[in-house]
């Protein structure tokens, strides 16, 4: 089982940059798959950003070119860096990591990204 632990989040401008971390712990030597999802009030959760264990990201077509996922091993942590920041960004953040031979997913507990015009 791994352990996801979110924060980063907070108030900024429209146009401005925030810099999200996500501290694994656990069994994280097996996860094949890390990925930032988001869920607006209202709205299902959508997937903003993964990377795979191979380095390949892939992020939706809203925020790429804005955001960034990267990861630092030695730090056992995954970061999103959102620049040009929307209104429409505003949502709670999740950080996932996926065990594709155990077929499980973990979750973090989420934090909230509030974005004024």
């Known amino acids: 089982q791994v352990q996801l632990v979110e924060s980063g989040g907070g108030l900024v401008q429209a146009g401005g940059s925030l810099r999200l971390s996500c501290a694994a712990s656990?069994?994280?030597?097996?996860?094949?798959?890390w990925g930032w999802y988001r869920q607006a009030p209202g709205k299902q959760r959508e997937l903003v950003a993964a990377?795979?264990?191979?380095?390949?990201?892939k992020y939706s077509d809203s925020v790429n070119g804005r955001f960034t996922i990267s990861r630092d091993n030695a730090k056992n942590s995954v970061y999103l860096q959102m620049n040009s920041l929307k209104p429409e960004d505003t949502a709670v953040y999740y950080c996932?990591?996926?065990?594709?031979?155990?077929?499980?997913?973990?979750w973090g507990q989420g934090t909230q990204v509030t974005v004024s015009s």
């Open positions: 656990g069994s994280i030597f097996s996860i094949n798959a």
């Open positions: 990377l795979n264990s191979g380095g390949t990201t």
């Open positions: 996932n990591a996926d065990d594709y031979a155990l077929g499980s997913r973990s």
